[in-house]
């Protein structure tokens, strides 16, 4: 089992810049591939970009490709999401996710996901 806690989100102006982290506890962390995903009110939970467990590969959607980047540290556990020149579409609940040996694109990841709590960001125009 794995343990998720979110960090870092906030109220940013259009065109800023934020960095969430999520610290993962528990036991084999390295074993799984950690994500975020993001709900905007009144939308569906979207991947927005993961990072695989063995060699680091790295996803991203289609909306935030090149504005946003996913690292993680093995040593800290930690997974963060850089995120870059956003805009008011950017505006969401973000959760950080683990899924244990998950494939390289989150939407194949299916059920058994582990979740966190979520971090709201909200960017003005």
């Known amino acids: 089992q794995v343990q998720l806690v979110e960090s870092g989100g906030g109220l940013v102006r259009a065109g800023g810049s934020l960095r969430l982290s999520c610290a993962a506890s528990g036991r084999s962390v390295s074993d799984y591939s950690l994500g975020w995903f993001r709900q905007a009110p009144g939308k569906e939970r979207e991947s927005v970009a993961a990072i695989s467990w063995a060699e680091g590969y790295t996803f991203y959607s289609g909306s935030v490709k090149g504005r946003f980047t996913v690292s993680r540290d093995n040593v800290q556990n930690t997974v963060y999401l850089q995120m870059n020149t956003l805009t008011s579409e950017d505006t969401a609940v973000y959760y950080c996710?683990?899924?244990?040996?998950?494939?390289?694109?989150?939407?194949?990841?299916?059920?058994?996901?582990?979740w966190g709590k979520g971090t709201l960001v909200t960017v003005s125009s």
């Open positions: 996710a683990a899924r244990l040996y998950g494939a390289r694109n989150p939407t194949d990841w299916g059920g058994m996901i582990k």
